[in-house]
């Protein structure tokens, strides 16, 4: 591994915007305390007059006026808090920033505006961002390359407007299907696919393919037993699926929540799922019921 001086040089080149703006900044220090520990600590300014000069930069670049210099992180919006974080991370000029979840913990009104800094910032400077994120507009709206991850592993990866047009994996499918249309007759046309059971644990995934146990599509062979390899499907798409040609033409269809249920012995009352003699007579032992 890396040590001593190669360490902290690579420790320059990669950055992180953190999702609680408010717990990522030291409440005793001031903004200009904050901004500045890593500009000292690579030697990037020469004296103080230098680092304050970087420092004003750095908040005229993120949209925070000079006079933030000697406020405290408790002075702060969310939004502006989220900016001297953004701050902090361009200080020390890396060509690798991780945002995780950037925008989950502010208000609606104020995340189009960082989403917008962000873009600016990379336009302007360069930058690679690796956006870590659950909300699928802001994942569209800010990506060029989008990669679906269930229980830790990826799934599926493709291009943003491919990804987002032609999704190939069951579980993107599935998040796809989610996202809520605002016209009402295409809302109640298109395909909605329910998932159902409990998401297993990351610390013990399911054998063969992990997301088998919950999957519409799921076959009785391959899925249980063999794990699939990531495969380029289309130029530049890429999808951890044995089934997923089938898919996309159409020889698989997907199976009801109640049917998933029913292959994993759940018995969904709650929903009016299947009835439990039902299970029992496609040769389960048990069934577990749900109220």
Not at 110 to 118: E, H, K, P, Y
Not at 177 to 194: G, H, K, M, N, T
Not at 207 to 219: I, K, L
Request: charged share 25%; with cysteine; proline share 7%.
């Amino acid at each position: 591994g890396l040590s001593g001086k190669e360490l902290r040089s690579t420790r320059r080149r990669m950055q992180m915007i953190f999702q609680d703006p408010l717990s990522s900044l030291d409440p005793r220090q001031n903004v200009e305390s904050i901004i500045a520990e890593g500009i000292e600590a690579h030697g990037l300014a020469s004296g103080r007059d230098g680092a304050r000069k970087r420092i004003v930069e750095l908040l005229d670049a993120v949209g925070l006026p000079s006079s933030a210099l000697r406020r405290y992180p408790h002075e702060f919006s969310g939004g502006q808090r989220q900016r001297i974080g953004i701050a902090r991370a361009l200080a020390v000029e890396p060509d690798l920033v991780v945002a995780d979840e950037p925008v989950s913990a502010l208000d609606v009104s104020v995340q189009a505006q960082v989403v917008t800094l962000l873009e600016e910032l990379q336009r302007q400077l360069g930058l690679t961002f690796l956006v870590i994120a659950h909300d699928l507009a802001v994942v569209r709206h800010i990506s060029e390359t989008v990669g679906v991850m269930y229980l830790g592993a990826l799934v599926e990866e493709a291009g943003s407007d491919e990804l987002y047009a032609q999704p190939l994996h069951p579980y993107t499918r599935a998040l796809m299907s989610a996202v809520p249309v605002p016209d009402p007759e295409v809302e109640d046309r298109r395909e909605r696919i329910l998932l159902t059971g409990d998401l297993p644990s990351p610390a013990n995934p399911p054998t063969g393919c992990r997301f088998h146990t919950r999957c519409p599509w799921r076959q009785p062979t391959r899925c249980d037993t063999e794990r699939p390899e990531m495969r380029e499907l289309m130029a530049g798409h890429k999808v951890a699926c044995h089934w997923a040609e089938d898919i996309s033409d159409l020889k698989l269809h997907p199976k009801s929540a109640d049917e998933v249920a029913a292959e994993q012995g759940v018995y969904v009352a709650s929903t009016g799922g299947l009835d439990a003699g039902q299970l029992l007579d496609s040769g389960r032992d048990q069934a577990a019921t749900n109220f």
